[in-house]
T-cell receptor, first 107, second 113 residues
C-alpha cells in the first residue's frame, strides 16, 4: 500500500462542473503539496499547505491533519483544467508522491 | 514557465549509446533533484544535490551518473541503458532541501531501444 493514496485515479467531467480530488496519507508530514502535470510533462506546483485551506482562482485546497486527508477542488471546471493532479507529502526531508488523478474536462 | 529548463525534451538512444540530460535553473535555488516518472507509478526520486554536493542517491543503478558543476546546472549522464529505463526524467529545484516548494522542468522523455 502506498503511503500517499489518491482517488479517483481517473475523472471525467463536463465543463462547468465542480470537481473534487482526494488525497490520504499514512505518514507524519510537515506539508502537503498539490501539483499539476500537463500532457507535455512539465509539473507546476499549485499549493503547499500544512493546515486549513488555501484558494487560488478557481482552485481550493483543504487539509485535515487529524484525519490525514486533503482535497483539491476545482470550481467551474474548464477543458484547460485537463491534466494529471498529483498529491505529495513532505516527510522528514523528502517528498512522497501519489500516483496522480487524471482529469479530463469536456466542453 | 517555472524557471527550470531541461534539454533535450525528447531523446531516443540505443543501449550502447552515451548521452546526457541537462537541467538549468536561475532561481537562486540551492537544491536540485532528478526524478524518474514511469507509466502509472509515482514519481521516484533519483538524486538530490544541495549546494553542489550530492546528499541522496536512492539506490540508482550506476548506468545513471549525475553531475552538478554549480548550483544552477545539473546533468544526468546515461550509459548502457536498458529498455526499462525508458521514462520521463524530471529535474526540479528548491530553495533548500527539506520538503520546500519544488519547481519542475518540462521533463526529458527518454526512449531506450
Amino acid at each position: 500500500k502506498n503511503e500517499v493514496e489518491q482517488s479517483p485515479q481517473n475523472l471525467t467531467a463536463q465543463e462547468g462542473e465542480f470537481i473534487t480530488i482526494n488525497c490520504s496519507y499514512s505518514v507524519g508530514i510537515s506539508a502537503l503539496h498539490w501539483l499539476q502535470q500537463h500532457p507535455g510533462g512539465g509539473i507546476v506546483s499549485l499549493f503547499m499547505l500544512s493546515s486549513g485551506k488555501k484558494k487560488h482562482g478557481r482552485l481550493i485546497a483543504t487539509i485535515n491533519i487529524q484525519e490525514k486527508h486533503s482535497s483539491l477542488h476545482i470550481t467551474a471546471s474548464h477543458p484547460r483544467d485537463s491534466a494529471v493532479y498529483i498529491c505529495a507529502v513532505s516527510n522528514t526531508d523528502k517528498l512522497i508522491f501519489g500516483t496522480g488523478t487524471r482529469l479530463q474536462v469536456f466542453p | 514557465e517555472t524557471g527550470v529548463t531541461q534539454t533535450p525534451r525528447h531523446l531516443v538512444m540505443g543501449m550502447t549509446n552515451k548521452k546526457s540530460l541537462k537541467c538549468e535553473q536561475h532561481l537562486g535555488h540551492n537544491a536540485m533533484y532528478w526524478y524518474k516518472q514511469s507509466a502509472k507509478k509515482p514519481l521516484e526520486l533519483m538524486f538530490v544535490y544541495s549546494l553542489e554536493e550530492r546528499v541522496e542517491n536512492n539506490s540508482v543503478p550506476s548506468r545513471f551518473s549525475p553531475e552538478c558543476p554549480n548550483s544552477s546546472h545539473l546533468f544526468l549522464h546515461l550509459h548502457t541503458l536498458q529498455p526499462e529505463d525508458s521514462a520521463l526524467y524530471l529535474c526540479a529545484s528548491s530553495f533548500r532541501t527539506g520538503g520546500g516548494e519544488l519547481f519542475f522542468g518540462e521533463g526529458s522523455r527518454l526512449t531506450v531501444l
